[in-house]
């Protein structure tokens, strides 16, 4: 997709490093940086310069080639797996693009280990494109269902940022919105600010500015007025997990807005890459809620009047503050999952049918 114009994805490798957009710093500064090494992977997952499921992954699946370039021994490349598996607990496409690595590398002396590594993460990263493609194909028939009937801007409402700043490119959510967008059917985004992070203010909004979609603001708690209103004919929401039962696992907030569409009778969408789904997990009781460090609340990062980005203490220096990154709305108030064989019911059924 395009930051100023130009064609980029959000990761790449160049010259034995690892290349990502540094996500804290959007949208105030447009900033590449460099990985080198495995903790470098690691810590750019953990402070959330890569964040989204799909692109977690794919940091993951590049830390492990980084990691034989360190050094190519199998004690380390073990070690550095477990250490990138628990960098951030909730999103399965971490686990899942490790397991998928060290299943081609593990015990593998070979002097072409850097070659299958890297070739490896380099096809995770275009299977990730190709899937989110077919999530905007598939999910555009929704968006086109919508606007041939009301003949006037399509609303959608979607939270926290599941764009292709997401993934390497398209995204979820935004995927069908960037292609009916493309096609010239009008939308328009309600782009949920999505505490305490902004993701949606921050990343969301900015990628669709970039795209020249239509988007609108709002804090996170005025979705359920405008769907009362009549204001969201949709919702498309992306999932750091869906266990094979149909219920989603998002960025925390998800579930509130699910519950308001229910109540408005508003249609509620789930895009997802099959990578996203724990086929072993069977109560969502058992996923594990990332706990974030309180000062994501009690503190606010923006510009200040000389453009240097700082933060500021928002909340009294006493108060206590708890800081869940995820919630999981049950599969009862999904209208249905949009992934890259085609759309199904949040349901075991659903899923078994599109994923033999």
């Given at each position: ?179 009916a967008h493309k096609k010239g059917i009008p939308v328009h985004v309600w782009a949920d600010e999505t505490r305490p992070r902004n993701q949606g203010a921050n990343l969301t909004s900015y990628e669709l500015n970039e795209e020249g979609i239509k988007n609108t603001i709002i804090a996170d708690n005025t979705g359920g007025i405008l769907m ?129």
């Amino acid at each position: 997709m395009k930051i100023e114009g130009k064609e980029y994805h959000t990761i790449w490798f160049e010259n034995y490093t690892v290349k990502i957009i540094d996500q804290t710093k959007l949208p105030h500064k447009f900033l590449i940086k460099d990985l080198k090494t495995v903790k470098d992977s690691i810590n750019a997952i953990k402070t959330m310069e890569v964040r989204g499921a799909p692109l977690i992954g794919a940091t993951a699946a590049y830390g492990m080639v980084l990691a034989i370039i360190e050094n190519n021994d199998q004690s380390f490349l073990k070690t550095s797996a477990r250490e990138l598996i628990n960098s951030r607990p909730t999103a399965i496409n971490l686990k899942w693009a490790v397991d998928r690595m060290m299943n081609k590398l593990s015990g593998l002396n070979s002097d072409k280990i850097l070659e299958i590594a890297l070739n490896e993460a380099q096809l995770i990263c275009k299977e990730d494109i190709s899937f989110c493609e077919s999530i905007g194909i598939n999910g555009l028939k929704v968006i086109e269902e919508i606007y041939n009937k009301k003949k006037d801007t399509v609303n959608i409402l979607t939270h926290c940022n599941a764009g292709w700043l997401a993934t390497i490119d398209w995204g979820t959510a935004t995927s069908p919105i960037y292609h009916a967008h493309k096609k010239g059917i009008p939308v328009h985004v309600w782009a949920d600010e999505t505490r305490p992070r902004n993701q949606g203010a921050n990343l969301t909004s900015y990628e669709l500015n970039e795209e020249g979609i239509k988007n609108t603001i709002i804090a996170d708690n005025t979705g359920g007025i405008l769907m009362q209103r009549g204001d969201v004919d949709m919702c498309i929401v992306g999932t750091d997990r869906t266990l094979a039962n149909g219920d989603v696992c998002n960025k925390v907030g998800t579930y509130l807005k699910a519950l308001a569409a229910h109540d408005n009778n508003i249609p509620f969408y789930v895009a997802l890459p099959s990578s996203t789904i724990d086929w072993n997990t069977k109560n969502y009781k058992d996923i594990p809620i990332e706990k974030r460090n309180s000062e994501e609340l009690s503190q606010i990062e923006g510009l200040d009047e000389n453009g240097n980005i700082k933060k500021v203490q928002i909340y009294p220096k006493k108060s206590k503050a708890m800081n869940l990154a995820f919630d999981v709305t049950p599969a009862k108030y999904v209208t249905g999952l949009i992934t890259e064989k085609g759309i199904c019911e949040a349901s075991e059924k659903g899923l078994k049918n599109l994923f033999k």
